[in-house]
């Protein structure tokens, strides 16, 4: 497993374990295949770099994850992506074990209950997540020459 120095310090700041997954965009019959980060921020930052969708684009454009079909603007590809019709993460309340599709779902659970945002929140791995400790070097690529 590969995975990029820096994506590795965003993706376990504070030393937590985090989720990856493995990029299925599929251009012309050849899936990426590369891990990436399971958080809307990197989906969509490997989404726009990798494969060169703006995620600031109002336009629809057709989703190339797997086999999928569906429409989608640019600007919400990295959601889509990381909802249920994708990689299904989700997020889990500490303060009540709830699980939500979405961080801003679990937002506005938090407002409105005050030891549900005391506790804080996880992100819950979809099907084909992985998580992997923060300490994990075999991810990191090899130092460049």
């Known amino acids: ?25 599929d251009s012309q ?12 921020k990197a989906v969509g930052k490997h989404l726009n770099t990798k ?5 600031t684009d109002k ?13 989608v603007r ?3 590809m990295a959601r889509h992506v990381m909802s249920r019709v994708h990689l299904d993460a989700k997020v889990q309340c500490l303060g009540c074990d709830g699980q939500y599709a979405r961080g801003d779902s679990y937002q506005r659970h938090a407002e409105s209950s005050q030891s549900c945002y005391i506790a804080g929140s996880r992100p819950l791995p979809g099907q084909s997540g ?8 075999f991810l990191l690529d090899p130092p460049s020459q």
Request: include cysteine.
């Open 1 to 25: 497993m590969m995975m990029a120095v820096n994506a590795l310090r965003e993706a376990a700041p504070n030393g937590n374990a985090f989720i990856i997954y493995r990029c299925k965009w």
């Open 51 to 55: 494969h060169g969708v703006s995620t």
């Open 29 to 40: 019959n050849h899936p990426c295949n590369l891990w990436i980060e399971g958080s809307r």
């Open 130 to 137: 992985q998580t992997v400790p923060s300490n994990a070097e």
């Open 59 to 71: 336009n629809n454009m057709r989703c190339l994850w797997d086999s999928c079909t569906d429409t």
């Open 74 to 76: 640019g600007e919400n």
